[in-house]
């Protein structure tokens, strides 16, 4: 190992990474990828088409036209890139990917980073806006479309950079002493950055959330008394961050495992056995991903009355097409009969004068 220092191995397929991280017998069999590919499809369909619905009813609900929901819709874009990113990992996996460029696992696992990037920033994003507009005692803050706009394009800079800095130059392509096992040609060290980092984030936004939940109840609980005929009103702030404390609820308790499994490769614990857990722990990312959409419906009404409208527009419209065309097959075989039925009148007529 000590020749390999100096060394750079960008030219070498993945496969000469995972035997320098000992993966040799951790393969999936064809029969397991295939049910695993057929079942993640399934789900990436779903995250795919929720996502996209959660997106449009932001966009065409203007009751959904405030910062809060713009940031949501945003949250939902960035699970409709974690579709994408899964859809890829599913079929760049197993022995495929053994066959992968360095170029190739950089953007496969980019694909991920990203996604992971823009949901945690979109969630820091999300908490500070609440806690500005609830610190004032406003259901929705005073932030314009425009700064919304330069928040949301900030969000998916940082997450884009975040993604690629691997590929940018910290990885373990030019000393293979400090690759990691579950990401072959990612340093160690960055791992531990990566992980740390994430976790801090978590405790960050579960603390402001706290503070929000608690400032707010005081707060209600100080004004009922005054205020009994607006009772939407005080309850309208509660909702949303409950809405945005379930979702990160869900996103703590679905990336965390993964997170900690991360630090203790990163830390280089031979007794962790991490790869034993990595696919399990991919599958409680997608499980993410799809509870996300589940979780905007049943805890906002008016998301869930808006997407249930939707649905009904669609079957609605799918309906009336096929009604449309029914009638049309009806119409043009009535025609057809009564051209026939003139046909036979004229050539009957036509006899007659002959007789």
């Given at each position: 190992m000590d020749g390999n220092k100096n060394?750079?191995?960008?030219?070498?397929?993945m496969s000469f990474f995972y035997n320098n991280s000992n993966q040799?017998?951790?393969?999936?069999?064809?029969?397991?990828?295939?049910?695993?590919q057929v079942f993640g499809s399934l789900f990436c369909l779903f995250i795919f088409v929720s996502n996209a619905m959660v997106i449009a009813a932001v966009i065409t609900n203007r009751r959904f036209h405030y910062p809060f929901?713009?940031?949501?819709?945003?949250?939902?874009?960035?699970?409709?890139?974690?579709?994408?990113?899964?859809?890829?990992?599913?079929?760049?996996?197993?022995?495929?990917?053994?066959?992968?460029?360095?170029?190739?696992?950089f953007f496969r696992q980019g694909l991920l980073d990203t996604s992971l990037s823009a949901s945690l920033t979109n969630l820091f994003v999300i908490a500070l806006?609440?806690?500005?507009?609830?610190?004032?005692?406003?259901?929705?803050?005073?932030?314009?479309?425009?700064?919304?706009?330069?928040?949301?394009?900030?969000?998916w800079a940082i997450s884009i950079f975040l993604g690629a800095v691997p590929s940018l130059g910290w990885n373990c392509i030019c000393s293979l002493e400090h690759c990691s096992k579950l990401a072959p040609i990612f340093s160690r060290s960055y791992l531990i950055f990566w992980s740390v980092t994430n976790l801090l984030l978590f405790l960050i936004m579960v603390a402001i959330y706290m503070r929000i939940y608690m400032y707010v109840k005081k707060k209600t609980t100080m004004l009922s008394p005054h205020t009994s005929g607006s009772i939407n009103r005080?309850?309208?702030?509660?909702?949303?961050?409950?809405?945005?404390?379930?979702?990160?609820?869900?996103?703590?308790?679905?990336?965390?495992?993964?997170?900690?499994?991360?630090?203790?490769?990163?830390?280089?614990c031979k007794q962790c056995q991490v790869l034993q857990f990595k696919r399990w722990l991919l599958l409680l990312a997608v499980l993410n991903s799809v509870m996300n959409p589940i979780i905007y419906s049943w805890k906002d009404e008016e998301m869930w009355m808006t997407l249930r409208n939707m649905i009904r527009c669609v079957c609605t419209g799918t309906r009336r097409q096929r009604s449309s065309r029914a009638n049309a097959r009806a119409l043009s075989s009535t025609q057809d009969n009564s051209t026939n039925i003139t046909e036979e009148g004229k050539m009957s007529l036509q006899q007659a004068g002959k007789e």
């Amino acid at each position: 190992m000590d020749g390999n220092k100096n060394n750079c191995y960008h030219d070498m397929p993945m496969s000469f990474f995972y035997n320098n991280s000992n993966q040799t017998k951790d393969e999936w069999d064809s029969t397991h990828l295939i049910i695993v590919q057929v079942f993640g499809s399934l789900f990436c369909l779903f995250i795919f088409v929720s996502n996209a619905m959660v997106i449009a009813a932001v966009i065409t609900n203007r009751r959904f036209h405030y910062p809060f929901y713009y940031l949501l819709a945003n949250l939902a874009a960035s699970d409709f890139l974690a579709g994408i990113a899964y859809v890829y990992l599913m079929f760049n996996t197993g022995e495929v990917s053994r066959k992968l460029t360095v170029e190739l696992y950089f953007f496969r696992q980019g694909l991920l980073d990203t996604s992971l990037s823009a949901s945690l920033t979109n969630l820091f994003v999300i908490a500070l806006e609440r806690y500005i507009s609830v610190m004032r005692l406003k259901v929705h803050s005073n932030l314009t479309k425009r700064r919304v706009t330069v928040l949301i394009f900030f969000v998916w800079a940082i997450s884009i950079f975040l993604g690629a800095v691997p590929s940018l130059g910290w990885n373990c392509i030019c000393s293979l002493e400090h690759c990691s096992k579950l990401a072959p040609i990612f340093s160690r060290s960055y791992l531990i950055f990566w992980s740390v980092t994430n976790l801090l984030l978590f405790l960050i936004m579960v603390a402001i959330y706290m503070r929000i939940y608690m400032y707010v109840k005081k707060k209600t609980t100080m004004l009922s008394p005054h205020t009994s005929g607006s009772i939407n009103r005080k309850r309208t702030p509660i909702k949303l961050i409950k809405t945005v404390m379930t979702v990160l609820g869900a996103f703590v308790i679905c990336w965390t495992p993964g997170l900690v499994v991360l630090l203790l490769d990163g830390l280089n614990c031979k007794q962790c056995q991490v790869l034993q857990f990595k696919r399990w722990l991919l599958l409680l990312a997608v499980l993410n991903s799809v509870m996300n959409p589940i979780i905007y419906s049943w805890k906002d009404e008016e998301m869930w009355m808006t997407l249930r409208n939707m649905i009904r527009c669609v079957c609605t419209g799918t309906r009336r097409q096929r009604s449309s065309r029914a009638n049309a097959r009806a119409l043009s075989s009535t025609q057809d009969n009564s051209t026939n039925i003139t046909e036979e009148g004229k050539m009957s007529l036509q006899q007659a004068g002959k007789e």
